[in-house]
């Protein structure tokens, strides 16, 4: 039961990546989270290193779910294990934009 709910959210996560990550990849790409990092050096080489770090697993993940989701619906016969495919990719494209976004949501906190 729990295993199934468990699949489910990452199911629906990468649903969601399918989305967000391109956005992310903008924001990154154009500067958007400069204004939200503290200006010291460290802080903002260390956000540039860790945000590309979880940044390119999240945009492969994409496009491995893009393709398999094509492969799914341009499949001709049996399609059940092209089926499986692209929910485990999508499953995959939840965790790691999880992980995308639980870093950015750490990473421009500000301290009060």
Not at 47 to 66: C, E, K, M, N, T
Request: glycine fraction near 10%; include cysteine.
């Amino acid at each position: 039961m729990i295993d199934s709910i468990l699949v489910s959210l990452s199911i629906m996560a990468g649903a969601a990546g399918l989305a967000g990550v391109p956005v992310r990849l903008w924001q990154f790409a154009t500067g958007r989270f400069a204004l939200r990092i503290p200006s010291h050096m460290l802080a903002r080489k260390t956000f540039s290193f860790f945000g590309v770090l979880f940044l390119i697993p999240s945009v492969l993940a994409w496009i491995y779910a893009l393709y398999l989701a094509h492969a799914y619906f341009t499949c001709v016969g049996s399609c059940t294990q092209a089926g499986i495919g692209t929910a485990v990719a999508l499953g995959m494209l939840g965790c790691v934009y999880l992980l995308l976004e639980g870093f950015l949501l750490t990473a421009r906190r500000r301290r009060t």
